[in-house]
């Protein structure tokens, strides 16, 4: 089947139907998790949540946003104006605009018109997500340095140097995926999925590098740093309020929802059907792939919430180190091994055979570490009492000498006391004493 014409044979008016839909789906997808959240980190804490506004609790975040747009809306006085108004449009119009080429499920029929539940193929349509996502961050920057104020400059600075860490990590997590799919459609790398398999199997360390650089990306708990309100009052938002700080919150969780249906889209199969259900066509067929793909996607976003309810923050030496110091480096040598993979599958190489020459290698740099000597650490390094922390601490028999004091002299015109400033030279605790007894210094 080609999902192609079918999407390129849409109406439109039919198209028009799609983008209304996507808009509503991201807003109720939004008040959703927030709702979500709230309840789910209430039973891990042993507390009920929202359980008064609607059954359950589900109008509660409908009643905060109500009340959130008739807070005063008040801008400071050293703001930037135009930059800091337009800083929330920019970070909540990408997180819509990335959804546009998620596929969210197979053929259906919409007023007797054959088409996807997706509103547009293309043949970047990763890029397009990735691009959207640094556009985003581009917002929370402005609205820091915008806001004139240093604890918003201080968010927003935070959040340029984590742009620009978990965006190459995140980028480069992808590129597994587009070797085995090989294509940049999200919709052939679904289909490149029902043929292969899911990809989080065939490509788990991409799958690893990918949620962790979500995480990061989305400025969530423990990467939360660019509005750590324990250190930075609320980051690049402090000076923000009524509907400008709800464009914020808004963009932050249509964001969780966007990389937790990339992360269906890329490792998880799509709208394709768990094993063993997806034997059976039925399940692969129609308003049955929706399903499937809304599944996957809460499973993802219940990962969110779940590291919120149980990581701590992380600090800040530590987050860089794990951006730059891990992911990436990690990531490029996968790229590599896959590409290797890749290419004697293409050689006709089977896969029997890459496994042994895989495991010859892998055992070679096992001995390697085991039988290559450590260096030895002298015994009068300072660094002995560094070793196994990243963070720099004091040598452990450091010895603070006493403070100097102020020597008291005679003045002989006024025949009275006044301090003198001169220096002493510090000596035992005892001596000092007898200094003192004796009314010299």
């Not at 109406?11 to 991201?26: G, M, N, Q, R, S």
């Not at 969530?220 to 009524?242: I, M, N, Q």
Request: glycine fraction near 8%; proline fraction near 7%; charged fraction near 15%.
């Amino acid at each position: 089947m080609n999902y192609r014409e079918l999407l390129a044979d849409d109406p439109f008016w039919l198209v028009l139907i799609k983008v209304e839909l996507v808009f509503a789906f991201l807003m109720i997808m939004a008040l959703f998790m927030i709702w979500f959240e709230r309840r789910v980190v209430g039973r891990m804490q042993h507390r009920p949540g929202p359980n008064r506004a609607g059954p359950f609790g589900l109008l509660q975040s409908l009643a905060d946003g109500l009340k959130l747009a008739f807070k005063e809306d008040i801008r400071p006085v050293l703001a930037d104006k135009w930059v800091y108004l337009l800083a929330p449009v920019i970070s909540a119009v990408p997180a819509f605009a990335a959804f546009s080429v998620v596929p969210m499920g197979g053929p259906v029929t919409i007023f007797g018109e054959r088409t996807l539940l997706q509103v547009t193929d293309l043949s970047v349509g990763v890029l397009v997500v990735l691009a959207a996502s640094s556009i985003g961050i581009y917002g929370v920057v402005l609205a820091g340095w915008s806001s004139g104020s240093p604890y918003p400059l201080l968010g927003g600075m935070r959040s340029a140097a984590q742009m620009i860490s978990y965006e190459i990590a995140l980028g480069l997590s992808v590129v597994g995926v587009i070797l085995y799919a090989g294509s940049l459609s999200t919709l052939d790398i679904v289909v490149a999925q029902g043929q292969q398999g899911w990809f989080v199997f065939l490509l788990f360390p991409s799958f690893a590098v990918f949620c962790v650089s979500m995480v990061g990306e989305t400025n969530r708990a423990p990467f939360d740093l660019p509005e750590a309100e324990s250190e930075l009052v609320g980051g690049f938002h402090t000076e923000y309020s009524s509907l400008k700080f709800a464009l914020f919150f808004l963009a932050e969780y249509v964001n969780i929802v966007t990389v937790s249906a990339m992360a269906t889209t890329l490792f998880l199969g799509g709208w394709q059907a768990p094993w063993p259900l997806s034997q059976v066509e039925m399940f692969n067929t129609g308003w049955w792939t929706f399903l499937w793909f809304m599944g996957k996607t809460v499973v993802v976003l219940f990962v969110f919430v779940w590291l919120r309810g149980t990581l701590p923050r992380m600090r800040y030496d530590q987050f860089m180190s794990l951006g730059w110091k891990v992911l990436v480096p990690a990531s490029l040598v996968w790229i590599v091994l896959v590409s290797g993979v890749r290419a004697l599958r293409n050689a006709d190489v089977t896969t029997t055979q890459i496994l042994v020459v895989g495991g010859i290698l892998l055992g070679v740099l096992v001995l390697l570490a085991v039988l290559l000597p450590e260096r030895p650490v002298p015994e009068d390094d300072d660094s002995v009492a560094t070793a196994g922390s990243d963070y720099p601490l004091p040598p452990l028999d450091l010895t603070v000498p006493p403070v100097p004091r102020r020597a008291v002299v005679r003045d002989a015109t006024t025949d009275g006391l006044r301090p003198q400033p001169a220096q002493v030279t510090a000596g035992s605790p005892d001596e000092r004493e007898e200094e003192r007894s004796d009314g010299t210094s």
